[in-house]
């Protein structure tokens, strides 16, 4: 057994990233809202490297790259329109360029056959995760499953990890948050859990190896 699931009762996920590749409909989603609004498109570069912190933050990006609303970038009322758009884009879009990464389901499924507990935490709003689980093949691996709006605080705030771990009963330091970016690492280390760093994802552009996780794995196939 990989030496990062020693004494770990539970593994919490992060989605975008980590699970599944999902820049390319984000990108789509965020280039037919700034179509709709009289914006040049971002593309899917600019757009893996906004991902990470929720659709309300990666929109704010975008219109402010776009210098948008006179370059001050929008007040609270222009994101929550911009918002409504990107959300009904990428409802229609999230599943046509979105895929598992490699090992994943094998490692989901090793983890369950060890009897290690897995959830959900990711910053996406709640609303698309149970489509994109069950779409991806995802769903029934997972006891629960945070998004990003589902609680007050969000990555890399740690009360998402506390409030899963404190559901079922287990101490901190027997969880294992597994993560692509940055609010994965600063999660885990602020709530005194274990962190481990895929280095295939999305983490503003920059190398996850750099925060120095416990450990980093290029595919999840490693903790098979
Ligand atoms: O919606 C996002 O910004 C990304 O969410 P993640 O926490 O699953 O990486
Ligand atoms: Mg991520």
């Known amino acids: 057994m990989h030496d990062a699931l ?29 179509k709709a609004m009289d914006l ?16 309300r933050r990666l929109v704010e ?4 790259h ?6 001050q970038g929008p007040d609270s009322a222009q994101l929550d329109d911009a918002l409504a758009l990107f ?17 994943v389901i094998d490692c989901l499924e090793a983890q369950r056959e060890r009897g290690i507990a897995q959830a959900l935490v990711t910053n996406k709003p709640s609303r698309f995760i149970d489509p994109l689980l069950e779409a991806m093949g995802l769903d029934g691996f997972f006891s629960h499953a945070l998004g990003g709006d589902a609680l007050a605080q969000k990555k890399p ?3 998402p990890l506390l409030h899963i771990a404190g559901l079922l009963d287990i101490a901190p330091e027997r969880v294992l948050m597994i993560g692509d970016s940055r609010s994965d690492v600063q ?26 996780p416990d450990h980093l794995l290029d595919s999840l196939e490693e903790l098979v």
């Open 6 to 34: 020693h004494d770990i009762d539970l593994i919490l996920y992060d989605l975008d990233g980590t699970l599944i590749d999902s820049a390319p409909d984000l990108a789509l989603a965020v280039d037919e809202m700034m």
């Open 40 to 55: 040049s498109p971002v593309g899917i570069d600019r757009v893996r490297d906004w991902v990470g912190n929720g659709s």
């Open 61 to 64: 990006r975008a219109l402010l």
């Open 66 to 71: 776009a210098g948008a609303f006179g370059g």
């Open 87 to 103: 959300m009904q884009f990428y409802e229609q879009h999230m599943m046509s360029n979105t895929y598992c990464y490699p090992g």
């Open 157 to 159: 705030d740690p009360t």
């Open 187 to 212: 999660a885990a280390r602020a709530a005194g859990c274990r962190c481990l760093a895929v280095t295939y994802g999305y983490n503003h552009g920059e190398p996850i190896a750099a925060l120095n």
